[in-house]
């Protein structure tokens, strides 16, 4: 499984590579992830293996800070959130614990997973919270996203 991985990361090198940045420029050796920067969204990619009594699965994450909960009107925010979560195919929307952080997001385990999957997957979840943060901003922050 360990090759396969490597193998993964070597797809996300690629795409990162057809986009026009390089590898020095988005991955963060430290935190084992790239990067970068899709017209308002911000772009985080990782693989995130998850240990189970008997096995290993791997996990293709990709991540883009949307917005922020805002402090009041949560009731119609959420409802919001929801909403897209149902609407809108090959993205979801999640708060990671503790945080009032709206992260646009997308992951599958990287079982089988292709070069041509992989770079619909990253490039379907960059147009969706380069979409995302200012729809969102819009009704919910006076036109602030994240």
């Known amino acids: 499984m360990e090759n396969f991985?490597?193998?993964?990361?070597?797809?996300?090198?690629t795409y990162v590579k057809e986009i026009g940045l390089t590898k020095e420029q988005t991955?963060?050796?430290e935190?084992?992830?790239?990067?970068?920067?899709?017209?308002?969204a911000r772009i985080e990619v990782f693989i995130q293996e998850i240990n189970f009594?008997?096995?290993?699965?791997?996990?293709?994450?990709?991540?883009?800070?949307?917005?922020?909960?805002?402090?009041?009107?949560?009731l119609a925010f959420f409802k919001k959130l929801l909403e897209i979560n149902d609407s809108k195919l090959g993205v979801k929307l999640s708060l990671l614990p503790g945080s009032n952080q709206v992260y646009a997001t997308f992951e599958r385990d990287i079982k089988g997973i292709d070069y041509e999957e992989l770079a619909i997957c990253i490039a379907d979840l960059e147009w969706w919270a380069d979409e995302l943060d200012d729809e969102l901003a819009a009704e919910f922050s006076g036109g602030q996203p994240k």
């Open 27 to 29: 991955y963060n050796k």
């Open 5 to 13: 991985k490597q193998q993964v990361e070597l797809m996300v090198d």
């Open 31 to 40: 935190k084992k992830a790239w990067y970068w920067v899709k017209g308002s």
């Open 53 to 74: 009594d008997t096995h290993v699965r791997s996990y293709l994450r990709i991540f883009s800070p949307i917005i922020k909960v805002p402090e009041d009107n949560q």
